[in-house]
């Protein structure tokens, strides 16, 4: 019995590890943890309202994530991305997504494709609900599913870190404008080429869908909301 409640508390660990990621995920994207800013776990924690073993565990996870970067001795700095890397993510982002969704056009079964219109569906309408969080993850699934009805598990990771590296900042302001919608919707419309077979069509799409992504996370940068900074509110402990 002592191997059991050893166990549960383990879960419950983890569970606990997973949510102040999910809280701290969050607030990085509401622009709520600034970006070169450092913060301390023990800080974080006593807004959370958690003790600081998860939140140092949860850092470290976003840190293998590239989202933020250890400082000894003072805590997490917040990492920064420039417009430079920012164009060259999305330069490789277009060489090797554009023609990989050419050939998945030609390639994917009607059936294989038909089962990405739930995501489709996900991501317009957490958009609409103001869900970033939920707008993000679907928005990761549906590009690295589809990529991955290429065959190809090296260039569906290449794709998912250079996601990591060029995630979005200060989503709310742009979420608050509507201008997220429109975004989402062109995942309805390249699923609907690609179950069409039209392969040129399909590769347009992509191509002008990480311009567009490109161009919301210019806005974003060009015109930050001002938020308070130090409240993120406690983490519901289930």
Same mark, same amino acid.
């Given at each position: 019995?002592?191997?059991?409640?050893?166990?549960?508390?383990?879960?419950?660990?983890?569970?606990?590890?997973?949510?102040?990621?999910?809280?701290?995920?969050?607030?990085?994207?509401?622009?709520?943890?600034?970006?070169?800013?450092?913060?301390?776990?023990?800080?974080?924690a006593a807004e959370l309202g958690v003790s600081a073993t998860p939140v140092r565990?949860?850092?470290?996870?976003?840190?293998?994530?590239?989202? =933020?970067?250890?400082?000894?001795?003072?805590?997490?700095?917040?990492?920064?991305?420039?417009?430079?890397?920012?164009?060259?993510?999305?330069?490789? *982002?277009?060489?090797?997504?554009?023609?990989?969704?050419?050939?998945?056009?030609?390639?994917?079964? *009607?059936?294989?494709?038909?089962?990405?219109?739930?995501?489709?569906?996900?991501?317009?309408?957490?958009?609409?609900?103001?869900?970033?969080?939920?707008?993000?993850?679907?928005?990761?699934?549906?590009?690295?599913?589809?990529?991955?009805?290429?065959?190809?598990? *090296?260039?569906?990771?290449?794709?998912?870190?250079?996601?990591?590296?060029?995630?979005?900042?200060?989503?709310?302001?742009?979420?608050?404008?509507?201008?997220? =919608?429109?975004?989402?919707?062109?995942?309805?419309?390249?699923?609907?080429?690609?179950?069409?077979?039209?392969?040129?069509?399909?590769?347009?799409?992509?191509?002008?869908?990480?311009?567009?992504?490109?161009?919301?996370?210019?806005?974003?940068?060009?015109?930050?909301?001002?938020?308070?900074?130090?409240?993120?509110?406690?983490?519901?402990?289930n």
């Open positions: 019995m002592g191997d059991l409640k050893q166990h549960s508390l383990i879960k419950a660990q983890e569970r606990l590890r997973d949510q102040v990621g999910h809280a701290l995920r969050a607030a990085l994207i509401a622009g709520e943890l600034r970006p070169g800013s450092v913060y301390s776990a023990p800080g974080l565990e949860a850092m470290l996870d976003l840190a293998r994530e590239g989202l =933020v970067e250890p400082v000894r001795n003072k805590g997490f700095r917040i990492t920064e991305v420039s417009e430079r890397e920012l164009d060259q993510c999305t330069e490789l *982002r277009t060489l090797i997504e554009v023609p990989t969704v050419g050939r998945v056009t030609e390639l994917a079964t *009607r059936e294989q494709l038909e089962a990405l219109r739930p995501l489709a569906e996900e991501i317009v309408t957490n958009a609409r609900e103001h869900n970033l969080i939920g707008y993000l993850e679907a928005d990761r699934r549906f590009h690295l599913t589809l990529l991955g009805l290429a065959g190809n598990d *090296r260039l569906v990771e290449t794709v998912g870190d250079l996601r990591k590296r060029s995630r979005l900042y200060g989503l709310t302001g742009l979420d608050e404008a509507g201008k997220l =919608v429109s975004s989402a919707e062109e995942h309805r419309e390249l699923l609907d080429l690609m179950i069409a077979g039209d392969r040129a069509a399909a590769e347009e799409c992509m191509t002008r869908h990480l311009g567009h992504v490109r161009s919301l996370w210019a806005e974003a940068r060009d015109e930050p909301v001002e938020r308070p900074a130090g409240r993120l509110g406690p983490v519901r402990k």
